[in-house]
């Protein structure tokens, strides 16, 4: 904290609150309140949510989905097994705990539970004493006062004079404050030109003003202040659209306006103590002056809340949650103040500038939702009118002269203030009453009435026109009204829900939405009606063209009497509509109207007649049919058809629909016309009526309409989505609309209907929809997109062709129709409808091909079903006399006039000889045979009602099973046939393969027995070669290398050509990183720039290696330049383009697979080379393992003398000989044989060139440089790190070591190998040696090199790489370039290996043989004896610092455990270099096999001990210097820690499998840095467990002069740049490289629908996936990091403008 606030603060405690307190408690503060803290706090808990902080509500049991936990009550409640939700607050609103009126269950945690937390006591109630509540009450109101007279403060305003305590004096600030309008660099610019300061500075204000709300950003005389001010305002009214908010404060004032607030957070914590305070509280703030109409304490600073500053602002609003809210009754109070200035607030909240959250009509929810509460508020305060009439007032800036809604040109934010107001009504609303009083329905009616007057501005608002010839010019603003819609759309439900609780209120509800809907409906009225005739009906009616005259899409009036009407039919108060409209009034034909001119307008669009009135038509037709508007749009509309269907007469209803879609003429005799564009149009039309007309029929899925359920409803709304195709949890959510508690109730269903199908390691769950489920599948659902329509149609068509059935896809039965709107069906047997079905079929089998679709025979074929259908449900239903739909009749009869003579059911046998109509054969069939099955019903029912009416049912049943049995008969017969044509096809087919064979017997068997031949041929030399000698990598023994030759094809010429030393380079894409994939600690600082570094060795802890991998493509060298070169120019052309990689550092992205590479990797063919075991017989004879030392002692000592001319170095001889014989002793090691070294050419050995310095480059972050001393090393080191990498991915994977690689992998790191074999050739052999010698160093403590560290302080596989691949150099002559021949290597392999396994056994038993605690059984084997006899020569030699009394065994099972990684490397090694085929075990996996096969394969005995006994003469005096090291010492007597072998293999943190418990974690964070309560980014880092302060920055670093946020510093360390971060709060994995790149990646946490949740938007709960967690860590170790970001960036071009670096 600022010293100086810190002062500030302490004296404000000692001078004021301390004495204060004392006097209140009548005791020592601290020990009083520490006893009230005791005696037990309230039962609510109360805790207000900062921004960020994660809320939990439960599904089951909260009341509304504004009931919210916090973290701590959750934990501790009976909702964490519930089906809870989890959601980032936005801040404000307070934890629910404790509130019995916002849970159905469990409103208590178990911590808030009385009883709990150790206090007896029940209630916080009276623990108070009457000295002290009559001191509170005495302190109180002087505080408050004092409070409300600070803050309510206008500039003009003085001191009252009691305050006054000196002169006047002329001490001013120029105060600025903060709102939502400027921008952090309108402000910082404002300031620098207004005061002349430095950024700095600006920026130090800015900051604060955004925190605290204001600042004094200068302090002077009066005149001074106020010319600043003028400044600031100035200069902010420059950059934008208003001037900032700048006062001039007097000196005292703000300090008294400072103290108030320090005064509420006192007054606050006082609250948490006792009720008692917080009651004394809330009674004084309500108290109003008697006889006064001022308004009470609290009221006032409501009121004055838009003009407070943020920061006061929170003091009040928090004070507000302590204590009004913290006792029910008091805040029942509290909101009927609140509701009673709720106009002035709510006007002030819309022309304020802070966020919602800071004013305090966000408070509205924590009273409105209360269900008591908002009853009371109905009754008492009239709340619902109170808004409704807030809403008129606030909205009239939008009206135009027909006083309807326009909101062109809105204000995006304002009207956002204005949603605001929605909001609250929607909260008013969201529990219905269970009692009504008669005061509640009057209260309720008159809020009804209120609201119908919105709606009355919303009728008919926005009217367009059909724009004809131009097109319009601008796109009109369609998206406020749109927005509108959807915020009501719940909120209309809601009334509807209310309205419909009871008989009385619905009627009267309806009766008055019924006056509204007339009243708006005048509009045509002038003009005459006229007469519309066909098929001898006519239809009488004022004329009106959608495609001429103005129309709305907004009707919220009409659907809101729709909504009422399919109510009144559920309840069956329909009734007695007549005694509140009366027929007369009731003028269906004008309710119909509307809504019916808003389908037509659809339809008009999709014929493309609106086209140019642009986009803004098709995005509100979009909205309008949309899962986000369309239960309150266009679902009421269809509603409303179905209304009017059952209630005019079916022809006139026909006819008038009809003439909407302005069909009229194309039903009549058309006039030919040649416009094809008008053919066109009229065909749509067609179309779009028919499917209207199939919607009004068949669609009877709303409760009221038919009798089903709301689950009824939801089910099919599933299934017809799981017809497209199976779909995920959340796809189907978000096509299913939400109600008021956004609750779709499609759990409750799912599993009824669909099974689900889990996820694998990517994608998400899926339901598939059970097979049962099929046969609801109606083509023609009503809320089918177009192209959903044509998908379900396919697949269906699809499944149904895959089962061998019949394409037919009939309408399911629908529901009967409830009795008010049973009428409807007699729209599809009435005489106008069957002229239209006649008129197109007719079309249709006459061929007049331009005049009818595919489409329209569709629907027309789906509306003969619907009327076939319905009427052999009737007949099944009721005697056959009683059954007067006649749609058979109908359809079979002859149409009345000439044109058509024919009936519906001849034309249907005619057109299953339409050709064009072949895919429709099916479904004709289809029919036909219902026009049978109903002709039968009505044959057979009025043969049985003569016969016996009893009997009646019992046939009707036994005809439809015919029916049923008979269609099952006959698709059995259709299987079979199907069956059968398979059957014959098969026996074609293979007639004619075998013919094939007949004749071409004779090449076919030649072929078999060449192949034979050829197999036993192979087979014989492998199983010589395998008897022989093969599977022996090291030694006289060793295997002939396997090298065929390769032949390679590049993926950029796709030429092919055979990879040769004198041939041009080919090269394999790759990236060199580096890498903390292994390291043992975490904590090791690593070095960021390498210039300094000698990387010869590497620690045991492997801190940081150097990775390279490779995606396994081939170019020819040449050509990658090529390609290189060309990218590079692109690039540069366009210097706009953000670059996805950095070209400076050589990257580029594989051509073919997109990865991110940096180099390329020369292929260098491997030489075979095959031993004469002769020859290698008589070497071994001399060639001892003292004997080839001495060699190579007198070798290099040799090249000493050589180079210092004479001067003898200091190299203290090994044996005992000395030098005598130099010269002789020198060449010897020639004569063990050498032969000439590969020659390569040039492209080779500048490839070799190019990539060594790559590594070098990149693995020590220097400058490349091609003559650095260290680019050897770092190629040794790369070598063996990327070995040891792929032995622990193979080892972590459960994979055997050899024949388990992927391909990419596998030809990495063959290249990789022969690469580092090759570099050595392009590097001066005398770098060469001087480098092997101080490798030999640590092996050979005779070697006195500088700097050699202990055995404790290398890795091992580092340094025999490096010792191998060095070792050649000894061969160098001035000049014949040599190197060892075969024979040779084998040897020297062979020692070297073998001393290096010496080395590190003992390295393995001095660091990890300790006494184990687990006792295991005592072992007697050969090994362990071995083991127990080299543990006494380590004793000796450490002179008892090592102990002797490790058992034998339990050394031997150390060194076993401890070395077999260092095998399993050593075997990869030298099969990739020598290409020697490793024994069968190694491609298997089983522990025993696996270490016999590596000793067998690397010339090991199996008992290791032995090669201390065989060598012994030659190994102790190593031994003996080794052990006497005073690092070795040091850490055998405990001094310091070595690493312990095996080492621990690195895997991502755990990560717990609740997501829950990490936002917990997440919760208990706090910044390292600052203390301030802002919002932060927690992220975890999964390779390490740190949790880090991100996006903030408090938390940033400055970097080699950058400011790095925490992650990207945390990256440098943790993984050498490369890093997987979990961001806590929004479950998202990130993942980044070095400063600039990083891209986000799914949490491997699944809901129970198998589906991630990013940005906790759905909420549900998480679990982990071990298997995608899985799969994160092998993209560590597999090192795809980075190739993963390249790949996402790549696709996802927005992460571009994120800045990586501030993370
Ligand atoms: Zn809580
Ligand atoms: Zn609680
Ligand atoms: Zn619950
Ligand atoms: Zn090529
Ligand atoms: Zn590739
Ligand atoms: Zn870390
Ligand atoms: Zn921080």
């Known amino acids: ?325 913290m006792e029910m009754e008091y805040k029942k109070l509290f909101a009927v103040e609140f509701v009673k200035y709720y106009k002035a607030l709510q006007k002030e909240y819309i022309s304020d500038d802070h966020d919602r959250v800071l004013s305090v009509t966000a408070l509205s929810v924590q009273m409105f939702t209360v269900p008591t509460l908002a009853r009371h508020l109905i009754e008492e305060q009239n709340v619902i009118t109170t808004i409704t009439e807030t809403l008129l007032e606030v909205l009239p800036e939008y009206l135009d002269k027909n006083d309807k809604f326009n909101f062109q040109g809105y204000s995006q934010d304002k009207l956002n203030r204005v949603y605001a107001v929605i909001y609250d009504l929607r909260y008013v609303l969201v529990s219905k009453p269970t009692l009504w009083t008669d005061r509640l329905r009057a209260r309720f009616l008159e809020g009804f009435v209120s609201f119908l007057r919105i709606l009355t501005c919303m009728q008919g608002m926005e009217e367009i026109k059909r724009q004809i010839g131009q097109h319009i010019e601008v796109d009109p603003d369609w998206e406020a009204a749109i927005a509108i819609q959807m915020q009501l759309k719940n909120i209309l439900l809601m009334f509807q829900e209310w309205c419909a609780c009871d008989e009385e209120l619905l009627l009267k509800a309806y009766s008055e939405c019924h006056k509204a809907v007339i009243r708006c409906s005048t509009n045509g009225r002038s003009r005459e009606k006229t007469v519309f005739h066909l098929c001898g009906h006519t239809l009488e009616s004022r004329p009106y063209r959608v495609s001429a005259d103005p129309v709305s899409i907004h009707l919220p009036l009409s659907r809101t009497l729709a909504g009422l009407h399919v109510r009144l039919s559920k309840t069956g108060t329909i009734s007695r509509l007549h005694e509140f409209v009366s027929p007369e009034e009731f003028q269906v034909e004008l309710l119909v109207e509307y809504p019916l001119r808003c389908l037509v307008l659809v339809a008009q669009v999709v014929a493309e007649m609106w086209r140019r009135n642009g986009l803004s038509l098709i995005s509100q037709v979009f909205y309008y049919q949309d899962v986000k508007c369309r239960e309150e749009m266009y679902d009421k509309d269809i509603i409303m058809l179905q209304i009017g269907a059952s209630l005019m007469d079916p022809n006139q209803f026909l006819l008038l629909i009809l003439q909407r879609y302005e069909l009229a003429e194309a039903f009549k005799k058309l006039k030919p016309t040649k416009d094809q564009d008008l053919i066109k149009q009229y065909n749509v039309l067609i179309e779009e009526m028919l499917q209207i007309l199939i919607y009004v029929v068949g669609e009877r899925y709303v409760p009221g309409v038919s009798n089903v359920t709301k689950e009824d409803v939801i089910m099919r709304e599933i299934i017809h989505l799981l017809c497209i195709e199976p779909m995920a949890h959340s796809a189907i959510t978000k096509s299913l609309p939400e109600n008021e508690n956004y609750e779709t109730g499609l759990e409750n269903v799912i599993d009824k209907v669909a099974t689900f199908k889990k996820p694998g390691v990517s994608g998400h769950g899926v339901y598939e929809l059970k097979d049962e489920c099929l046969k609801e599948f109606n083509m023609f659902f009503y809320h089918y997109t177009k192209t959903q329509h044509s998908k379900a149609e396919h697949t269906q068509k699809k499944r149904r062709k895959q089962e061998n059935r019949d394409e037919a896809l009939p309408p399911p039965p629908p529901p009967d129709f409830s009795p008010a709107f049973s009428n409807v069906v007699r729209i599809l047997n009435c005489d106008v409808m069957m002229h239209i079905l006649r008129t197109i079929l007719q079309r249709a089998v006459e061929l007049e091909t331009h005049l009818w679709t595919e489409a329209m025979i569709q629907m027309v074929l789906h509306l003969l079903s619907l009327g076939l259908l319905e009427e052999k449900q009737q007949l099944q239903k009721s005697p056959e006399e009683e059954v007067t739909f006649d749609f058979y009749h109908k359809a079979t009869r002859m149409g009345s006039s000439a044109l058509n003579a024919v009936s519906v059911l001849t034309l249907l046998e005619k057109l299953k000889r339409v050709p064009q109509l072949e895919a429709q054969k099916d479904t004709v069939g289809w029919i036909l045979q219902m026009f049978d099955t109903v002709k039968r019903l009505r044959e057979k029912s009025s043969l049985t009602t003569v016969a016996a009416t009893s009997g009646s049912e019992a046939t009707k049943v036994d005809e439809t099973q015919s029916t049923q049995d008979k269609e099952k008969a006959e698709r059995k017969r259709k299987a079979e046939a199907a069956r059968l044509h398979r059957q014959k096809i098969m026996a074609q087919m293979s007639a004619l393969q075998r013919n094939f064979i007949e004749t071409h017997k004779l090449l076919y068997e030649n072929t078999l027995e060449a192949q034979g031949k050829e197999d036993a041929v192979m087979e014989e030399e492998s199983i010589s070669s395998a008897i022989d000698y093969s599977k022996i990598a090291l030694g006289p023994k060793r295997g002939p290398s396997v090298a065929e030759k390769e032949v390679l094809t590049c993926i950029l010429c796709q030429e092919e050509q055979e990879v040769k030393l004198e041939s041009a380079a080919m090269v394999l894409s790759a990236c060199v990183q580096k890498s903390t994939a292994l390291t043992q600690n975490r904590s090791r600082i690593l070095e960021h720039s390498g210039d300094t570094l000698d990387p010869l060795f590497m620690h045991p802890d492997l801190p940081c290696g150097t990775h390279t991998g490779s995606c396994g493509h081939v170019m020819h060298a040449a050509c990658w330049q090529k390609y290189f070169e060309a990218m590079q120019l692109n690039f540069r052309q366009r210097l706009h383009v953000e670059q996805i990689f950095d070209l400076e550092n050589g990257e580029y992205l594989c051509p073919l697979c997109k990865s991110l590479c940096n180099t390329v990797i020369p292929i260098v063919p491997l030489q075979p080379q095959k031993i004469n075991s002769e020859d290698a017989e008589a070497v071994a004879q001399i060639l001892s393992l003292a004997r080839w030392l001495e060699i190579i002692i007198a070798r290099i000592s040799g090249y000493s003398v050589k180079n210092a001319k004479g001067e003898k170095q200091n190299l203290p001889a090994f044996t005992n000989k000395g030098i005598g014989n130099s010269a002789l002793e020198f060449n010897s090691i020639l004569s063990f044989g050498v032969q000439s070294s590969a020659k390569y050419s040039n492209s080779i050995k500048e490839m070799l060139i190019l990539f060594a310095t790559t590594i070098y480059r990149v693995g020590l972050k220097v400058a490349p440089n091609e003559a650095d001393y260290r680019i050897p090393m770092m190629t040794w080191s790369t070598c063996a790190f990327t070995i040891q990498c792929i032995e622990n991915l193979l080892e972590t994977e459960g994979k055997p070591l050899f024949g388990s690689l992927q391909n990419r992998q596998h030809s990495g790191l063959k290249a990789l190998v022969q690469f580092a074999a090759a570099q050595r050739t392009t590097s001066p052999q005398v770098l060469i040696q001087k480098h092997l010698i101080r490798l030999l160093g640590v092996l050979l403590p005779n070697f006195k090199v500088e700097d050699t560290p202990s055995l404790l302080e290398v890795d091992m596989f580092h340094i025999l790489v490096g010792l191998v691949l060095s070792f050649p150099s000894l061969y160098w002559e001035d000049a014949v370039d040599l190197q060892p021949s075969s024979i040779s290597s084998a040897y020297n392999h062979l020692y070297l290996f073998h001393l290096m396994t010496l080395a590190h056994i003992t390295q393995i038993v001095v660091s990890s043989a300790t006494e184990s605690p687990t006792a295991q059984p005592y072992e007697n084997s050969e090994e362990a004896h071995s083991a127990q006899a080299f543990c006494r020569e380590v004793c000796q030699y450490t002179s008892g610092c090592f102990s002797q009394d490790i058992p034998g065994w339990l050394v031997w099972d150390c060194v076993k455990k401890g070395i077999m990684p260092y095998l399993r490397c050593a075997a990869l090694f030298f099969h990739y270099m020598l290409g020697v085929s490793p024994p069968e075990d190694l491609l298997q996996v089983s522990e025993e096999g696996q270490f016999k096969a590596l000793c067998s394969y690397l010339s090991l005995p199996t008992n290791l001990f032995l090669l201390f006994q065989e060598y012994r003469d030659t190994v102790n005096p190593l031994l003996q210097r080794w052990c006497a090291d005073p690092m070795v010492l040091s850490c055998l007597k405990g001094k310091s820690i070595a690493v312990r072998y095996p080492r621990k293999r690195n895997s991502l943190i755990e990560l717990p499998e609740d997501y829950s418990c990490l936002l917990n974690q997440a919760s208990q964070f706090r910044c390292p840095r600052s203390s301030d309560d802002e919002q932060k980014h927690p992220v975890l880092c999964l390779f390490c467990g740190a949790m880090l302060c991100s996006q903030n920055t408090c938390c940033q670093e400055l970097v080699n002069g950058e400011e790095l946020g925490a992650c990207t510093s945390h990256a440098l360390q943790c993984g050498a740049g490369v890093c997987m971060f979990l961001k806590i709060r929004e479950c998202k994995v990130v993942l980044i490289e070095g400063k600039t790149r990083g891209c986000l990646y799914p949490a491997p946490y699944l809901d129970e629908y198998g589906e991630t949740d990013p940005g906790l938007k759905r909420g549900n709960p998480l679990h982990l996936c071990r298997e995608r967690y899985r799969k994160l860590h092998l993209l560590w170790q597999q090192h795809c990091i980075i190739e993963e970001i390249a790949r996402s960036q790549e696709t996802n071009q927005i992460f571009f403008g994120f800045n990586w670096q501030l993370l």
């Open 1 to 325: 904290m600022d010293p100086l606030v810190e002062k500030q603060e302490e004296m404000v405690q000692a001078a004021i609150l301390y004495p204060l307190e004392c006097y209140l408690f009548g005791e020592d503060p601290d020990v009083f309140l520490e006893k009230l803290q005791q005696s037990g706090t309230s039962q609510l808990c109360g805790k207000v949510f900062k921004g960020g902080e994660t809320t939990y509500s439960c599904r089951d049991c909260a009341v509304d989905p504004t009931c919210v936990l916090c973290m701590d009550c959750f934990q501790n409640s009976i909702h964490k097994n519930h089906r809870y939700k989890m959601h980032s607050s936005t801040g404000g609103g307070f934890c629910d705990c404790g509130d019995t009126e916002a849970w159905k269950a469990g409103p208590l945690c178990t911590k808030h539970e009385p009883g709990a937390s150790g206090s007896a006591k029940e209630n916080s109630g009276c623990q108070l004493n009457e000295e002290i509540m009559e001191h509170s009450r005495r302190v109180f109101p002087s505080v408050i006062k004092y409070i409300v007279d600070m803050l309510v403060w206008e500039e003009e305003k003085e001191l009252p004079p009691e305050l006054v305590i000196r002169e006047k004096v002329d001490s001013y600030y120029c105060v600025l404050f903060n709102d939502e309008h400027h921008s952090y660099d309108h402000v910082i610019y404002s300031l620098q030109r207004a005061l002349g300061c430095e950024l700095g500075e600006a920026q130090l204000h800015t900051t604060a003003i955004d925190k605290e709300g204001r600042r004094a950003v200068k302090a002077g005389h009066y005149a001074s202040c106020q010319e600043v001010k003028e400044e600031i305002k100035r200069h902010s009214e420059n950059v934008s659209q208003r001037p900032l908010h700048v006062e001039v404060l007097h000196a005292d004032v703000m300090a008294h306006q400072k103290f108030a607030l320090r005064l509420g957070s006192w007054l606050n914590k006082l609250m948490s103590y006792s009720s008692d305070f917080r009651q004394i509280f809330c009674q004084i703030c309500l108290k109003e002056e008697a006889g006064s109409e001022k308004p009470c304490f609290i009221s006032k600073l409501m009121l004055w809340d838009a003009k407070l500053h943020k920061g006061a602002r929170k003091v009040l609003h928090e004070l507000i949650f302590s204590s009004f809210f």
